[in-house]
């Protein structure tokens, strides 16, 4: 695949697209501090009874916005981290605050769905903790982030055109997460002790770092809800990937994957590992496993939003749990104590460059249609994993079609995951193509691509679940192992 070069057009609406992107992040803090402020206009229309009897809202807007400064300082530092693939100071004029909407946004519990397109570029973490490979190629994404929010179900969003991903080698940013607590003339006693406690005061203004490449403007931008979503959709996937809170999720969903992959490959040489191809990798903690279990491991990812953290993690953390969050929040509903919605998480649970893994793992960025159609592909994995991955399809026939054609004779597919289709109940002006089958049909349709099935069962889970919720929303997702064979899928081939 060669470098693709850019038309000045098409450079000005990748550069707009990123722009929008980092905006989210950059203005996280912000948005959140209107939430925090609506929650306070709530509280002061209350008769004054009833705001003595819930006095202590008080101190719980003031941890709130505690909360909301730790996170909004990791995410600062994942930004200065990210070295954009373009001049972001070009075409700041071109149209920045418009965001048309037509693309949809649908979603898995708990977090947001995008779509875009840009360039693949393919990270590798080595054993040093650095990056070994970075290249931008002419690849396309249109694909989407699995979960959801009860703000976000069937909203509409707009196409992002995203650039490659393109991160420097560089020093660890630390882990100075700054206090931004406004604890002055208006707060109770209460609220002034935990200030105390957290030494806090008027003066203690943060110095959180400011990106290189978040110039005024981008905080100035009005941020569209959707996006301020996909930002928070984010911290809670940390939780899933790279929390010790997410091991539940992980062991009902990574689990099973793993132990087939390591049954079915028993004899793993140093000197020639199995490959394995990981689809939609998210935050890229399957991928990474899967690495560490001896494969030549690469995640395929198409959301900004993922690749910008997964690359952080992955590349520019020191140490296990390095940073904390506070990933819950953002949601009033469903808590059964305020201590359950304010908890810290602490992250990442293992230092990733210390994890074993094995030579070659990468990341790859880029719409997995588009990367995976190319001729170089075909026959080119030993193993193709998905997980939450196959409904995130405008054709799902598409999608097997291709894990037919890239698996070598023999080769594996392990699938986990539901159906719930991302461009189903899709009514925006483009009318996107949505093909929506059931179970049994989706069966059917891999088994016409040559694949046999050896292992099939159903496994419940939940996605970026709060575990502390009051409310859990669960899958019943379809875990199978199939097997490409040899003459059917060389019969199902085009002549």
Avoid at 63 to 87: K, T, V
Avoid at 138 to 164: I, P, V, W, Y
Avoid at 230 to 256: F, L, S
Wanted: charged content about 25%; proline content about 4%; overall charge negative.
């Amino acid at each position: 695949m060669s470098e693709r070069r850019y038309t000045e057009q098409e450079e000005a609406l990748e550069i707009k697209s990123l722009r929008r992107i980092i905006a989210a992040y950059a203005n996280y803090q912000d948005a959140a501090e209107r939430d925090v402020k609506r929650y306070e206009r709530s509280f002061k229309m209350l008769p004054p009874a009833h705001k003595e009897l819930l006095f202590h809202l008080g101190l719980k807007y003031q941890r709130l916005r505690w909360c909301i400064s730790m996170n909004a300082a990791f995410i600062m530092n994942m930004l200065e981290a990210f070295e954009p693939p373009f001049d972001m100071s070009q075409y700041v004029d071109v149209g920045d605050h418009d965001h048309p909407s037509h693309m949809h946004d649908h979603s898995h519990v708990d977090c947001t769905h995008s779509s875009g397109r840009g360039d693949c570029s393919t990270v590798s973490l080595s054993r040093s903790n650095s990056l070994l490979d970075e290249q931008h190629e002419n690849l396309n994404e249109d694909a989407k982030t699995h979960g959801s929010s009860r703000e976000t179900d069937n909203q509409k969003d707009e196409e992002d055109h995203m650039a490659g991903c393109s991160q420097p080698v560089g020093s660890n940013l630390g882990t100075s997460q700054g206090v931004d607590l406004s604890c002055n003339g208006d707060t109770d006693a209460s609220t002034a002790a935990y200030c105390q406690d957290k030494d806090v005061s008027e003066s203690s203004a943060v110095d959180n770092v400011t990106p290189r490449h978040c110039t005024g403007s981008l905080f100035k931008l009005n941020v569209p809800p959707i996006d301020v979503d996909k930002v928070r959709c984010i911290v809670r996937n940390i939780v899933r990937d790279w929390a010790e809170e997410g091991q539940k999720e992980r062991d009902e969903c990574y689990k099973p994957i793993l132990e087939e992959l390591n049954r079915l490959f028993p004899n793993r040489r140093d000197e020639r590992p199995p490959s394995c191809l990981v689809p939609g990798a998210g935050l890229g903690r399957l991928a990474l496993e899967i690495s560490s279990l001896g494969f030549v491991s690469q995640g395929n990812e198409f959301s900004y939003y993922m690749l910008i953290c997964s690359s952080f993690i992955l590349n520019h953390t020191q140490e296990a749990n390095e940073w904390t969050i506070y990933p819950w929040i953002h949601s009033n509903c469903n808590s059964l104590s305020d201590n359950d919605q304010l908890w810290p998480v602490s992250f990442p649970d293992i230092h990733p460059s210390s994890a074993g893994i094995t030579e070659g793992f990468s990341m790859c960025a880029g719409d997995f249609v588009e990367v995976y159609s190319e001729e170089s592909q075909e026959s080119a994995w030993d193993a193709v994993v998905t997980c939450f991955f196959l409904d995130t399809a405008h054709n799902i026939v598409e999608y097997i079609e291709i894990i037919s054609k890239i698996l070598k004779d023999g080769g594996i597919w392990i699938n986990l995951g539901p159906l719930l289709y991302h461009f189903a109940d899709s009514y925006g002006p483009d009318d996107d193509m949505s093909i929506e089958l059931s179970l049994e049909d989706v069966k059917k349709v891999a088994y016409h691509y040559g694949f046999v099935m050896e292992v099939e069962k159903m496994i419940e889970t939940t996605y970026t679940a709060n575990i502390k919720a009051m409310m859990q929303n669960r899958y019943r997702a379809a875990f199978w192992t199939m097997r490409k064979n040899a003459s059917r899928s060389k019969a199902q081939r085009p002549r």
